[in-house]
């Protein structure tokens, strides 16, 4: 179960990744399972939070670009990377945002 | 349903509005989709996503920060703020972050 992510004070760095998968996802769910935990390894990593209906909301949080970059190049993600845009999203939109400002309870 | 927001080019901005409610939340899906009706009405905005397992994870697109405080300060909006900081959300946190790159299927 995802919770809410304790990221340090503003900036710092969301990457929100929206998507719908086709229907066909044999192998999926072990991916993403071994990503969310292969993410919180990575240098600058500072927390995510996932959700899905049929839509998928994963929002993982960052120190800067510089890790973002090296995560998306990691050779285990980029397979990951391949089989979602082969296989099993029919679409989705990554958004990399710098974090301004923060509130809540 | 909520798809994948069809925002336009970066830059522009991401309310990224993460939350855990109460075991009570009577009136709550009416004023949630309220909500959402009323957001698209205001000036600047562009596109909503929202996912709820435990978690909730609602993003909402914006073209400035101007038009962001402006839905923040909404009389209509407040009043429900004011329901979910009191009644419904056991812990929330809102992320202002400006989306300076995107790219998708």
Same mark, same amino acid.
């Given at each position: ?11 710092? &760095?969301?990457?929100?990744?929206? $998507? ?9 769910? %072990?991916? @993403?399972?071994? !990503? ?24 993982? &949080?960052?120190?800067?670009?510089? $890790? ?9 993600? %980029?397979? @990951?990377?391949? !089989? ?22």
């Amino acid at each position: 179960m995802s919770l809410i992510a304790e990221t340090p004070a503003p900036p710092y &760095y969301a990457v929100i990744f929206s $998507s719908l998968r086709n229907a066909d996802i044999e192998g999926y769910a %072990r991916t @993403a399972a071994r !990503m969310m935990e292969l993410a919180t390894e990575q240098p600058g990593f500072l927390g995510v939070e996932a959700v899905r209906e049929d839509l998928g909301i994963t929002v993982s &949080y960052w120190s800067d670009l510089q $890790s973002i970059k090296q995560w998306k190049a990691n050779a285990e993600h %980029r397979l @990951a990377q391949q !089989m979602g845009m082969d296989k099993w999203y029919s679409s989705y939109k990554t958004r990399i945002a710098l974090v301004e400002r923060d509130y809540g309870k």
